[in-house]
């Protein structure tokens, strides 16, 4: 199949699901194009792909399903029967229903899903689990996604009868709420507005960026990996009780699943 561009469409508040993305990327041939999600738009970009594009969505995994914001920007997405692959960060807990929602949404939009794969990676709210993923093995297994996509891409005539089949529950698993909104140290805070420009939600206020809308605010961390005067924080109390719970239940020695 001749293709033309490939396009990377994300949500990465802190880094990680873009640079495994990038990494795959890296080993397709083709031109790409970014589509970086995580930065607040008033304005959605239009995604519109052709048929020979090829498509990598990215994401972390939210309570293990799809971040809402991110699909928010599904209402300007439109495939032309376009090959599409996914990507699922997780903080070494469990991806639960988050890859299924997101083949079943670009499906859904035009989209052929012909690989996917969850990685577990270091967790963005407690950085003692999984710390440093990916690492070098990691990687090594993430340039082989890419590797082996690349080879897809080359291989096909069409992808007619690419059935890929994922892991996870519909109905999904309810959207639960974590209390875990970040604080300004007024202390610190130099009101340089990185961290309200950065904000995925639109939840910290330009006009006073020590302010946040508790009900925008969806704890991604960007703000507090974001902020150059490490004025964004979240209590150590709440911190300390997330990071009692999450141990129990992840592990960090989690290895990568992949679909094709
Ligand atoms: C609000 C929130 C919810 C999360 N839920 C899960 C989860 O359900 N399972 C899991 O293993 N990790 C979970 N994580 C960890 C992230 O999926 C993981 O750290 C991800 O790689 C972060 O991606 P990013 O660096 O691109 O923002 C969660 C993190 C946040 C901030």
């Known amino acids: 199949m001749k293709m033309n561009e490939l396009g990377l469409v994300y949500f990465s508040p802190t880094g990680t699901t873009r640079k495994v993305i990038m990494e795959t990327a890296r080993n397709i041939d083709l031109k790409s194009v ?3 999600l995580s930065i607040h738009k008033e304005k959605k970009p239009n995604l519109h792909f052709k048929c020979n594009d090829f498509v990598l969505f990215g994401i972390p995994v ?3 399903r799809v971040p809402a914001t991110f699909l928010e920007y599904f209402e300007t997405l439109k495939g ?3 090959p599409a692959a996914l990507i699922a960060t997780y903080g070494c807990r469990e991806y639960e229903d988050a890859l299924l929602e997101l083949k079943n949404e670009v499906e ?5 899903v012909i690989g996917a794969g969850a990685f577990p990676v270091q967790h963005s709210i407690v950085r003692q689990i999984g710390m440093s993923r990916p690492n070098k093995a990691d990687l090594k297994v993430i340039a082989d996604f890419g590797i082996q996509l690349n080879r897809k891409l080359r291989n ?7 059935d890929i089949q994922v892991p996870g529950n519909n109905p999904y698993k309810k959207y639960g ?5 970040p604080k300004t140290d007024v202390n610190l805070c130099i009101e340089c507005k990185a961290c309200a420009k950065s904000c995925p939600s639109g939840a910290i206020s330009m006009e006073n960026p020590k302010k946040t809308d508790k009900k925008k605010c969806i704890s991604c961390m960007k703000c507090v990996y974001s902020c150059r005067k490490k004025a964004r924080y979240v209590s150590n109390m709440k911190l300390n009780i997330a990071q009692k719970k999450l141990t129990k239940v992840c592990k960090s020695d989690k290895t990568a699943e992949i679909f094709m």
Do not use: C, E, M, Q
């Not at 859904?108 to 052929?112: A, D, L, Q, V």
């Not at 096909?156 to 690419?162: I, K, R």
């Not at 709420?177 to 909104?181: A, E, Y």
């Open 34 to 36: 970014s589509y970086d």
């Open 156 to 162: 096909a005539v069409d992808f007619n009868n690419v």
């Open 108 to 112: 859904s939009r035009g989209f052929k």
């Open 80 to 82: 032309d029967n376009t």
């Open 177 to 181: 709420t974590i209390p875990l909104v």
């Open 62 to 64: 939210y309570g293990g």
